[in-house]
């Protein structure tokens, strides 16, 4: 049997387009014809049932806009439309709260656009719905994304007094010339001084998020980066590769798409900072996430318990998310729904006392074994598919068929089968998306996807 040349098709199958599998099935299959009522009766059935659910906030606004931004965000300068929008979210928290009653919240993460621009009012305003509507599980997980261009002493200890215990800041890149490509301008010695802010506070636990990929990356520039990183002893740091998709954001065209690196450079990059990070301590947790010796995420990596969802990886087991605001993502037990993107949209539905539902995905036919055998490939480079089919009450067959879809992987030495059971044996971070495609029936129907690494 002949081999593959390995190093020219690890950069071919690098370049190709899959999703992040942050769901399955994901976003690009979320239908628009999923009533807004059918969301309200997994909403009732989920609270009734009891248990436990987890809550992400969606604060859209930003001071500027940043050239690689992928989420769905616009600039205000003024605080008046975000004291505007906290008001709507706080009906909207009234209103699912009224389908769910007072289900038992033990995660709570405030996204964006830059949550922490939110007035210390209407941030107060919103973190006493949540009390009055929610029942808050004493010590949850209660964490927010920051800019570190906006973080100051006073906002830390605001955040820190409504319970605020996790904080992830965007670090990205700390080259000046990366910072000027990519339009957000943000020294290190910001990034610094933020970090104090946040653990004077009493804020201890704290995530950084760097990105390859960036225009006018090195080898050279993205390990120091890196060694800046690791000095600031983060708990965790999460390596993201770039998604340039200016067909969907079109302000990603102000990238200079030309010098962008290609796959083999993309590799090189992230590559080059992964190494850095693990030789100061930090233990691999799946494709893209780094932990101090210690930290929950790396527990739940070592007893199994580790998940993927929409923030990434996490120690959250629940099986509902319970998303608010413009362009939020929910999971509930019977199926994945989505917030209207149009903030107008999103605003007349709750003013009616209606859920904002304008996309969704009632979970079918092999939906939830195919999203297992993903999760656990993304999350532990194994799966014993045949375990997999039985805890979902298929029979260990059941995706036998998909088994042999590996076979380039296989003979190439970096996938070891061995019956139902499958590792990822070499190059694991670069090639988990790619073995995990091939248990997705959904690909190829519609959507276009970034790049593998």
């Not at 990183?229 to 390596?239: E, N």
């Amino acid at each position: 049997m002949t081999l593959l040349q390995e190093p020219l098709r690890l950069e071919e199958l690098a370049a190709q387009p899959v999703p992040r599998y942050t769901s399955y099935p994901t976003a690009p299959h979320f239908a628009a014809t999923l009533p807004a009522e059918q969301h309200a009766d997994w909403l009732r059935r989920t609270g009734a049932a009891g248990g436990t659910a987890s809550v992400y906030l969606h604060v859209p606004f930003c001071r500027s806009m940043c050239h690689y931004c992928g989420c769905n965000t616009r600039v205000s300068r003024r605080d008046d439309p975000i004291r505007g929008y906290a008001g709507v979210l706080r009906d909207e928290i009234e209103l699912v709260s009224s389908l769910t009653g007072r289900i038992r919240v033990e995660h709570l993460h405030w996204g964006g656009g830059t949550p922490n621009l939110l007035p210390d009012d209407s941030f107060e305003m919103l973190v006493d719905a949540l009390n009055e509507n929610f029942d808050l599980a004493a010590g949850m997980e209660h964490a927010i994304e920051l800019d570190p261009r906006h973080v100051n002493a006073e906002n830390s200890r605001l955040l820190a007094r409504l319970g605020v215990n996790r904080a992830s800041l965007g670090v990205q890149d700390l080259h000046p010339a990366v910072q000027v490509a990519i339009g957000r301008i943000q020294p290190y010695e910001q990034v610094r001084a933020a970090t104090n802010f946040l653990r004077d506070a009493g804020i201890a636990a704290l995530n950084f998020d760097v990105m390859y990929g960036l225009p006018h990356q090195s080898t050279t520039t993205i390990r120091r980066t890196a060694e800046r990183v690791v000095a600031l002893t983060p708990d965790r740091i999460a390596l993201f590769g770039y998604a340039h998709v200016p067909w969907m954001k079109k302000h990603q065209r102000l990238i200079d798409q030309s010098v962008l690196p290609d796959a083999a450079e993309r590799i090189a990059l992230a590559r080059a900072a992964r190494q850095v990070i693990v030789e100061a301590g930090y233990v691999e947790v799946g494709i893209d996430h780094f932990a101090l010796p210690g930290d929950a995420m790396v527990k739940a990596l070592d007893d199994g318990t580790l998940r993927r969802n929409f923030q990434g990886y996490t120690t959250d087991a629940a099986e509902t998310l319970i998303g608010l605001g413009v362009s939020s993502v929910g999971r509930t037990p019977f199926g994945f729904v989505q917030n209207a993107s149009d903030e107008g949209a999103w605003r007349r539905a709750v003013a009616r006392g209606h859920l904002a539902t304008a996309r969704g995905k009632a979970f079918e036919g092999e939906d939830r074994v195919r999203a297992a055998a993903i999760e656990k490939l993304l999350c532990f480079f194994a799966v014993d598919l045949g375990a997999v089919a039985r805890a979902h009450g298929y029979p260990d067959s059941i995706l036998d068929a998909d088994i042999a879809r590996l076979d380039e992987f296989t003979q190439a030495g970096w996938l070891r089968v061995e019956g139902r059971r499958i590792s990822i044996v070499a190059h694991r971070w670069e090639l988990a998306r790619l073995v995990a495609s091939r248990f997705d029936t959904y690909l190829g129907q519609a959507g276009r996807h970034t790049v593998a690494v």
